[in-house]
């Protein structure tokens, strides 16, 4: 994980950083010039460390998930089928069933714009902090073991005790396959 591997000594970014600065010594004079500069980048490499990851998700399968650590927090990264999408987008164009929704929220405000397929959540139920399961409950989203919050294929609430919706975390797409969260 990003937070942690930022902290151990053996997290490849330290190794280059010590590298970078064992080879500067060697330098001579270059090295006056080169260690202010890369002193004052390693606190804020950490700290991106820190506040972002990213994923490869080339291997998360249509139907699929993952669930990754981001922040201490664990993160869903679901490949969503077609019917969950289209599960999802009935309740934006069915208004009785929208009203319903207690955290009203389209599914296209929880997803980026030709990426629907992918789903990113943080997965903390927002009642009192459990982790739901997937393929659980009546709406083929997630349901909280701890008191039966329901959510849906967009990670909206829908039945329970719970407030809000499943956080979408902040992320962005760097290609087809990799996402950085946070
Ligand atoms: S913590 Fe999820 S329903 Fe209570």
Known sequence: MADTAA???DDPSRRDFIHVAAAAGAAGAVA???WPMIDQM???SDVLALSSIEQDISK???GQEI???WQGKPVFVRH???KEIAEAVAVDHDPAEFNSLRDKQ???ERVKPGKSEWLILVGICTHLGCVPTFGQGDYGGWLCPCHG???DTSGRIRKGPAPLNLAVPDYAFLSDTKVKIG
């Open 67 to 69: 669930t990754i650590k």
């Open 60 to 62: 998360v399968a249509l």
């Open 149 to 151: 919050s329901q959510y």
């Open 42 to 44: 390693e606190p804020s």
């Open 80 to 82: 969503r089928t077609p």
């Open 106 to 108: 389209t599914d296209a």
């Open 7 to 9: 902290m151990h000594p």
């Open 32 to 34: 006056a010039v080169a």
